[in-house]
């Protein structure tokens, strides 16, 4: 099946620097690439997501690129705020039914 | 619209014993699933379903056993619960479409104990 790694585990930046999380992904097949947030104690919640046939994908300080050919895809966020501050996951799917999920990033936006 | 919902959202178990987790969407979602979430290891499917009556095993379906007998509710059991399983359970939701599967909703989550 799909194998999904994330990058770094941990992430701690300034107050309005960017913040780059990287993944992985196993299976060429893959074609759907969301990223999720989640606030301590709160379910995840979809910010972000891509499919394969678009290489870059924005939405205000968010953004997403694909790069099919190395299998990899980032999430970077620009001028990080404290709300920032959140564990991130990554996700790929290798097929109609499946999200196979990174082991996530907590990101840490200090003031 | 309540989206997912899971009932209990929290639950103590001595080892053995068996419990049910209920997960109820109001979308009219076709696909639903369960996921299990630990320290360091992301989100991890234990099964998943893709319409009324059917269900299918995910990466982790050992321990587990689900069924979908409505289409808005998809049922979680642990007949003998282990320590192994004490966990965050999350369920969730998608709607199906020509593209395949559409966003993912996840309901609040279960924090289980299994003592």
């Known amino acids: 099946g799909e194998n999904v790694e994330q990058h770094p585990s941990t992430l701690s930046v300034q107050e309005g620097d960017s913040a780059v999380i990287k993944c992985t992904y196993s299976d060429s097949a893959s074609n759907y690439f969301p990223w999720y947030k989640q606030e301590l104690g709160k379910r995840p919640q979809l910010i972000i997501d891509?499919?394969?046939?678009?290489g870059e994908k924005k939405d205000q300080r968010i953004a997403v690129t694909l790069n099919k050919t190395a299998k990899h895809f980032s999430l970077h966020i620009t001028e990080t705020q404290p709300e920032d501050s959140a564990v991130y996951f990554c996700?790929?799917?290798?097929?109609?039914?499946?999200?196979?999920f990174g082991a996530g990033t907590t990101v840490t936006v200090r003031a | 619209n309540a989206g997912v919902t899971q009932t209990p959202k929290f639950r103590v178990l001595k080892t053995g014993q068996s419990m049910t987790l209920l997960c109820a969407q109001d979308?009219?979602?076709?696909?639903m699933y369960w996921y299990r979430q630990d320290p360091g290891m992301g989100l991890r499917l234990i099964h998943y379903?893709?319409?009324?009556?059917?269900?299918a095993k995910g990466e982790v379906p050992d321990g587990y056993n689900v069924s979908r007998l409505k289409k808005q509710n998809f049922l979680l059991g642990l007949e003998s619960a282990a320590p192994s399983q004490t966990s965050v359970y999350f369920c969730a939701s998608s709607a199906s479409g020509l593209a395949g599967q559409k966003e993912q909703y996840f309901g609040p989550g279960t924090r289980l104990t299994v003592t």
């Open positions: 979308m009219n979602h076709e696909y």
């Open positions: 379903s893709v319409g009324e009556g059917t269900t």
């Open positions: 996700a790929a799917r290798s097929n109609d039914y499946k999200l196979s």
């Open positions: 891509i499919r394969s046939n678009v």
